[in-house]
């Protein structure tokens, strides 16, 4: 008998357990027993513990619960230890202020310390901890720390697990919490755009989006009285858009090209929008065939473990029959095209430089992240880096103008390491939000042009697409030591972006001889028909 969609994703959670009791330290003796950073605990490369690596115990925890077939964690006295003891480390390794650090020392990282918070509460109330004096202080602390704490810049799935951290205080701990509570989800929804998605880092990213619609819709059922639901509603519109026909979301067209979905809030939205199941119902498709992209990585692998598990627990019989395909739709203010002619469909991020995805049928026929340059000193200018460009777009195509820009590329060194923890020791635990700030236009943000400028477009003539690229070398050529296209490069450091996903078996398109014979003020001219049939 063939498993469900359901069951496989539970099977594939199944399947990751091991790797985060690898990550844990499980030595009930030892000064970190609990920590599941590994780094620090085993290997001793950094010199504080991550405190986003604590989420892990959320769905250890989870596992611990559920009787799930095949589970050989259910129940089991052993778990239940390691997931109190992780909790413990938590509260431990915290700073006075109930803060963690997350890349850095002295870091006091939001993101970090919301994941965690949630995980810990949540963990704390499937084991039965939650009334343990180190650990209620410990809530206390944390949550104060995030109700008071605002980011530089827009993170909506961090407000949104900041929101659901203080709905779990408010039931825990009483009124005081109300008042900041009801402030974060007013500035929440204050971010959301009229099309539905909200923002993350000046964007639409429908990946960091379905952990947003996840978190609403599970915190719009603890609290409806905060009128959420309408938010939701919309984004999880926006979003259904966006699920290729191969089960695949997102990709370098998007803001921060993440390949993320988290099902479990649609499987709880399902209750009041049955179409929302639809949405879960493609998705999950993926485990049944090739999987889901490979998110096993420290960072993020918790995420999406505790998010398919509890799409398993949520999970609803009575599902609505799919429905036909979703109509073509143009999002001008996100820069997000889906495009539906006969059987091939355009998905495109026009303020990402024109970048695409094509599918035929239910199978990827191309992707194009755009014209990637390589100069002699070793810089990479992208055209799909987010950018003010002109942008036409009708029935039958689209073109988009702009200038080329240098990928974010900084690595550190010995020399660079040394002066950033001096930094971080003497300027960092002061002034944090500054050195954030100043990190995450480095790393993140911003961008700063390069010498390039291409016009794309893209062009249906009734039977399929053509793609034409010219791009113009404001100083000639000599400078280009190879150039091409790739199908799913990102250049932003999102932790979430630049994973394995199976239909990214793609090689690279190397244009470099076609440049060899141009004069400095001739342009380069690709003009392709873009393939028809399935397979990369």
Not at 301 to 329: Q, T, V, Y
Request: hydrophobic letters at 40%; a negative charge; charged letters at 25%.
């Amino acid at each position: 008998m063939t498993a469900s969609p359901r069951d496989l994703m539970a099977r594939h959670a199944l399947g990751e357990i091991p790797k985060i009791l690898t990550l844990l330290d499980r030595t009930p003796v030892s000064r970190t027993y609990g920590c599941f950073d590994r780094i620090y605990w085993h290997y001793r490369m950094i010199d504080f513990p991550c405190g986003m690596s604590q989420e892990f115990v959320y769905p250890l925890a989870l596992v611990w619960s559920l009787d799930i077939p095949g589970n050989v964690y259910h129940r089991a006295p052993a778990i239940r230890d390691f997931v109190e003891a992780g909790i413990r480390f938590a509260a431990r390794s915290a700073h006075p202020d109930g803060s963690c650090d997350d890349y850095y020392p002295f870091e006091r990282a939001a993101g970090a310390a919301a994941f965690s918070l949630l995980a810990c509460l949540e963990a704390a109330s499937i084991i039965g901890l939650q009334d343990d004096p180190e650990i209620r202080d410990f809530f206390r602390r944390r949550a104060k720390w995030l109700a008071t704490h605002q980011e530089s810049g827009r993170l909506s799935n961090h407000e949104a697990l900041i929101v659901a951290n203080l709905i779990r205080m408010s039931a825990l701990d009483g009124p005081e919490w109300e008042a900041p509570l009801r402030e974060r989800a007013t500035r929440l929804l204050s971010w959301q755009d009229e099309e539905g998605w909200f923002d993350e880092y000046g964007g639409a990213d429908p990946g960091y989006l379905s952990l947003t619609i996840g978190l609403l819709a599970e915190s719009d059922r603890r609290r409806p009285d905060l009128g959420l639901r309408p938010a939701c509603q919309r984004a999880i519109r926006f979003f259904a858009h966006f699920v290729h026909p191969d089960g695949t979301v997102g990709g370098s067209y998007t803001s921060r090209g993440t390949q993320n979905f988290f099902p479990h809030g649609f499987e709880i939205a399902g209750e009041w929008m049955p179409e929302a199941m639809t949405v879960t119902d493609r998705a999950a498709a993926l485990f049944a065939g090739d999987g889901p992209p490979c998110y096993s990585d420290d960072h993020i692998i918790g995420h999406h473990l505790w998010s398919w598990l509890l799409c398993w627990s949520e999970w609803r019989e009575d599902r609505p029959p799919a429905p036909p395909s979703a109509h073509s739709a143009y999002f001008p203010r996100s820069g997000m095209l889906v495009d539906r002619k006969a059987d091939q469909t355009l998905y495109c991020g026009l303020r990402q430089g024109g970048a695409y995805q094509l599918f035929d049928g239910d199978r990827i026929a191309t992707a194009d992240s755009g014209i990637s340059i390589q100069t002699h000193d070793g810089k990479t200018a992208v055209q799909h880096l987010a950018g003010d460009y002109d942008i036409a777009q009708g029935p039958e195509g689209l073109s988009v103008i702009g200038r080329m820009a240098w990928a974010k590329a900084t690595l550190l060194t010995p020399v660079k390491s040394v002066i950033l923890r001096c930094i971080m020791i003497v300027l960092g635990r002061f002034f944090p939000d500054l050195i954030r700030r100043l990190l995450q236009k480095i790393l993140v943000t911003g961008r700063r042009d390069a010498p390039f400028r291409f016009h794309r477009a893209l062009r249906w003539d009734g039977s399929g697409w053509t793609v034409r690229d010219e791009i113009f070398a404001d100083a000639g050529w000599r400078d280009v030591a190879r150039i091409g296209i790739a199908g799913f490069q990102t250049s932003s450091t999102t932790i979430m972006a630049r994973v394995w996903q199976a239909n990214h078996i793609q090689p690279w398109q190397d244009l470099t001889d076609a440049i060899a014979h141009l004069g400095d003020a001739d342009p380069l001219i690709i003009e392709r028909r873009l393939p028809s049939g399935g397979g990369a």
